[in-house]
C-alpha cells in the first residue's frame, strides 16, 4: 500500500527563481491538501482538492503561489518569484471519500531560498 | 476560527516514564481530532483520533479522550520509550475537513 509521495525532497533555490513540487496522493483518495511548515511551528493550510476542483484556498497563499490538480489524481504547487519567507517544508495530504476526515501525509518537500 | 493551545516542549521524560501532553482547542461545533507525530525531517503521521464526544483513540499504548465539556484532547502513554522522542501535533478538523494544528510539543525521552 503506497502512500503520500512528494517530489522533490528537498530543493535549493535562489530568490526570484520559480519552483514546483508535486504530490501523489494515496490511490483513489479524492482529497488532497497543501500545508507550509516553518521552523518550529505546525503545519499551516494552504489549500484543498476535492478531485481536481480547487475549494479552498488559505490567505496564506499569495499570488505567487498556484496549485493545480489537473486530472484528480496527483498535484503541483508552484511557487513563482521565490523569497527567502518561503523557505519551509511543504507537506501534502489525501483523504478518502469513506473518511474524508483523516488525513495522510507525505514526507514534505524542504524548500531552502538563498 | 479554530486554535489550538498545546503545552510549550521540550518535554524530557526518562524511560518508562508516563507522558501527558495537554492539548485545548476552539472550533465551531464538535469536530473530530487527531493527534499526529513527527519525527526529524519527516511528514506527519496519524498517531491517532477520535471522532465525539467520550471517545477514546488509541494506538501504540497511546490514548486520548475527546472532552467537549473543557474542549480538550490530552495524549497519554503509560511508559515512554526512546524511540517516542518526536515532535506531537493536536489538531481538530475544521471547514472542508482542513486541519489546524497547534505549535507541536517536543518529546525527547532519555534511556
Known amino acids: 500500500d503506497t502512500g503520500v509521495s512528494q517530489d522533490p525532497r528537498h530543493k535549493i533555490t535562489k530568490r526570484g527563481q520559480n519552483v514546483t513540487f508535486r504530490c501523489d496522493p494515496i490511490?483513489?483518495?479524492?482529497?488532497l491538501y497543501w500545508y507550509r511548515q516553518t521552523l518550529g511551528q505546525g503545519p499551516e493550510f494552504l489549500t484543498y482538492?476535492?478531485?481536481?476542483?480547487?475549494?479552498?484556498k488559505s490567505r496564506l497563499l499569495s499570488d505567487r503561489f498556484s496549485a493545480e490538480r489537473p486530472k484528480g489524481s496527483f498535484s503541483t504547487l508552484e511557487i513563482q518569484r521565490t523569497e527567502q519567507g518561503d523557505s519551509a517544508m511543504y507537506l501534502c495530504?489525501?483523504?478518502?471519500?469513506?473518511?474524508?476526515?483523516?488525513?495522510?501525509f507525505g514526507p514534505g518537500t524542504r524548500l531552502l531560498v538563498l | 476560527g479554530d486554535s489550538v493551545t498545546q503545552m510549550e516542549g521540550p518535554v524530557t521524560l526518562s524511560e518508562e516514564a508516563f507522558l501527558t501532553i495537554n492539548c485545548t482547542y476552539t472550533?465551531?461545533?464538535?469536530?473530530?481530532l487527531f493527534w499526529y507525530v513527527q519525527y526529524p525531517g519527516e511528514g506527519l503521521q496519524l498517531l491517532l483520533k477520535?471522532?465525539?464526544?467520550?471517545d477514546k483513540g488509541s494506538n501504540k499504548g497511546f490514548e486520548a479522550t475527546y472532552r467537549k465539556e473543557t474542549t480538550s484532547f490530552h495524549l497519554e502513554k503509560g511508559s515512554v520509550q526512546v524511540s517516542d522522542s518526536a515532535v506531537y501535533f493536536c489538531?481538530?478538523?475544521?471547514?472542508?475537513?482542513?486541519?489546524?494544528f497547534g505549535g507541536g510539543t517536543r518529546l525527547m525521552v532519555k534511556p
Open positions: 490511490s483513489e483518495h479524492n482529497r
Open positions: 489538531a481538530p478538523g475544521g471547514a472542508g475537513n482542513m486541519l489546524t
Open positions: 482538492f476535492q478531485n481536481e476542483a480547487q475549494l479552498e
Open positions: 477520535a471522532t465525539k464526544a467520550d
Open positions: 472550533a465551531t461545533g464538535y469536530p473530530s
Open positions: 495530504a489525501s483523504s478518502s471519500r469513506l473518511d474524508a476526515e483523516t488525513q495522510y
